[in-house]
């Protein structure tokens, strides 16, 4: 099913090119925002993209639900929570917050109308941090612990599997010329299988809405994999190893890699990008077919 359709009205010119983007997330709305904005190859003048979605919206795992807060102590509970708004509440049933951790995204949400007066940043405590909460861990429903410590003491992990985390030290780094790894391919060499599947797999869930045994872990955590690589140890690089750069150049890295989310919900990334495709097809006086 063809949600979004861009065509070229000539049909067929020597410097234009067909192309079609399968899947309607948000992966494939940057890909046609990239394609239409023609940055990948310049010498095409022309580019028709054709954006195919099976479901009956666009976004794919995003979606952002307005609640009706009917009962009072739910809305007592919303107005603690420090929603200004007490009869409704934002629910996320994708992911609730995202990082620009890369230099490119940061540049993406700009050019499709998402600068930094247009999110809300997480507090550097755990404070502010949103809740996740592993179902199927050993002991029951769990928290996901947001510090080391919390992590140690908490019940989300068998003594076995702590005593797997501190020898991460003694774990012989990854040679360099390996294949890249996914998130749960990383974190289960590095910390072991359980602190791979009960704390990173439901961050990652939480952040990303994606699969762990999926996502690239280079991609998704830039600065553990290069403790690795730079320390032999995730632990020693973070504790001991010193970090590369500038301080002007590790405070930018930092600053990029806050979590944030949108004032208007995570829903706003995938309006934006749409919008975004959109005016770029209306430039080219394509046909349209939603």
Known sequence: MGLLRWRASDGGRADERR?????????????????????????????????????????GNVQSVTLRLNSSTLAEQSSAAGMTNNKEAMVELGPQTMAAKHAEVETLLEEVGLPSSKREYRASSSAGAPKVLVMRSPFGPQPVPTTPGVLLSSKLLTVKAKLRLLAEPFVRRKESDAPGESVHEFFSRRFGSEVADFVVSAAVNGIYAGNARVLSAQFAFPTVVEAEARAGSVLRGFVFGKKSGSKEEQSARKQLARSFKFKNGMVSLVDALTQSVLRSRAAEESDTDV
Not at 24 to 29: A, I, M, P, Q
């Open 19 to 59: 192309i079609c983007v399968i899947g309607g997330g948000v992966s494939g709305l940057s890909a046609a925002h990239a394609l239409l904005s023609a940055k990948w190859d310049p010498s095409l003048k022309r580019v028709a993209v054709d954006v195919y979605e099976a479901e009956a919206r666009l976004g």
